[in-house]
């Protein structure tokens, strides 16, 4: 076992610093694994303060003397300590590994972040990626599921790091034992009804030398999820933006290319199934607009392109807006906002103090310019190309007069004088939205 300072190194993925934190942070289960590691960070002469945090379940009965231990514990070793307890239950019918698991990221974060660490240093192994790497293959996974843990990631401001990710557990329980130490067994490792505790009491035994082997698979699947992130922001630098992917230009790569852009595209909006990749390049055709549903929203194919909706829910009740000021006003419930600039054309201030903001009713007329005729909105909304999901509104009037709808822009009926103040209206999806635009927020 190594006995110098287990976490990242200088320049590794956790940054430059990550050696040199004001504090660190240990995930502290009181086990074998999290005992030793917190052991030798603390003996380390390039620690820094370190604080111990612990998850206290609540789904064994001897949950509250493990908390006890491991702060006694984490006292001993010189370390701080921090414990949270996770409310509610599992559902009935839910995986309780998965709803501990949910629950333990997001108490670890929020308690390492309270203590003003952001490294996290956790105590998986070997084996544990080894165990990792054979589950997902079990499940049918990818190369992103069968790249198992990666050795550092940073998550919401925080770096998650697993220093003995190479280490045998065997290394570990050596370490331990020469120290002195003592840690909780946890009865729950044995129950068989655990797919990973099934792994450990027949795999181990029967193939000793599986470990390094998976753990080795596991590694260079990560290189291979390397290869193809890298294949894939090629491909997409051509064919997509934000808000849009080009499925022509998509169904012109290759099988393998096409599936792999695509998914690299949809993974920074929701968590796509294998399937949904597969009925999506399987079922579009040129020219046909189709739907799919998504976690968290819908896919759809307009025009050859290819757009995610985020979930919204009902659609917002009318209310009234003051957009007589430069800036940019969010529209939470609309998925966007309206942008107010000086520029002509616009709208003369007098109108914008007190605008009614409601949803497309489906009799409006909409003019484009002042030298063209109204349309009906349908039409209008045709002929800018802008796709059918995206014609509810907002749609913003003075009084009766239309003024602005959401993705065509102002009506010209609306438009001010050649001498009066005005001000003209732009409206911006969330989507779309630059990060520096947030500065200039006035109706937050």
């Known amino acids: 076992m190594p006995s110098e300072w287990p976490g990242p190194k200088p320049g ?5 610093d990550a050696s040199g934190n004001q504090c660190v942070a240990v995930a502290f289960s009181g086990g074998l694994d999290s005992t030793a590691l917190l052991h030798a960070v603390t003996r380390s002469a390039a620690a820094p303060r370190v604080v111990a945090l612990h998850v206290h379940h609540g789904l064994q009965p001897q949950a509250d003397d493990w908390a006890a231990h491991c702060e006694r514990t984490a006292r001993e070793f010189g370390a701080g300590f921090a ?5 509610g239950r599992p559902e009935a019918g839910d995986s309780v590994e998965a709803w501990a698991r949910t629950g333990r990221h997001r108490a670890l974060h929020d308690m390492a972040v309270a203590a003003g660490a952001d490294l996290l240093l956790l105590a998986h192994h070997r084996r544990d990626q080894a165990e990792t790497f054979l589950l997902q293959a079990l499940r049918g996974a990818g190369i992103a599921g069968l790249s198992a843990m990666p050795r550092a990631q940073w998550r919401h401001g925080l770096c998650w790091a697993r220093p003995w990710l190479d280490q045998p557990r065997a290394a570990i329980l050596a370490y331990a034992e020469q120290q002195g130490l003592c840690w909780i067994e946890d009865p729950s490792n044995a129950d068989p009804r655990f797919a990973r505790n099934r792994l450990r009491q027949s795999l181990w035994p029967a193939f000793p030398a599986a470990e390094a082997a998976l753990a080795q698979a596991a590694r260079w699947a990560q290189q291979a999820e390397a290869l193809a992130a890298e294949v894939a922001a090629q491909d997409l630098a051509g064919l997509a933006t ?6 022509a230009a998509l169904s012109r790569l290759s099988p393998a290319r096409a599936s792999n852009a695509l998914r690299a595209w949809l993974s920074a909006r929701t968590t796509p199934p294998a399937s949904l990749i597969e009925r999506l390049l399987s079922e579009w055709r040129p020219g046909s607009t189709l739907s799919w549903p998504a976690p968290g929203g819908a896919l759809h194919a307009y025009r050859d392109e290819l757009h995610w909706a985020a979930a919204t ?4 009740a009318p209310s009234t807006i003051d957009l007589s000021c430069p800036g940019r006003y969010p529209q939470p419930g609309w998925q966007g906002s309206w942008l107010v600039e000086p520029a002509s054309p616009g709208i003369a201030l007098s109108r914008l103090a007190q605008l009614a903001q409601r949803a497309r009713a489906g009799a409006e007329q909409f003019k484009r310019a002042p ?11 045709q002929e800018a190309g802008l796709p059918p999901w995206r014609r509810s509104g907002p749609l913003l009037f003075d009084g009766a007069q ?3 709808v959401a993705g065509l822009g102002m009506d010209a009926r609306a438009f001010a004088g050649q001498d009066e103040p005005q001000l003209a209206l732009r409206w911006l999806e969330d989507s779309a939205l630059p990060q520096s635009e947030g500065d200039a927020e006035v109706g937050a």
Do not use: H, Q
């Open 313 to 316: 829910g009902e659609v917002p």
């Open 371 to 381: 030298a063209s005729v109204p349309r009906s909105l349908k039409k209008a909304c």
């Open 83 to 87: 414990c949270t307890r996770l409310s």
């Open 402 to 404: 239309l003024v602005a």
């Open 12 to 16: 590794e993925a956790c940054g430059a």
């Open 242 to 247: 934000i808000e849009r992917l080009d499925l």
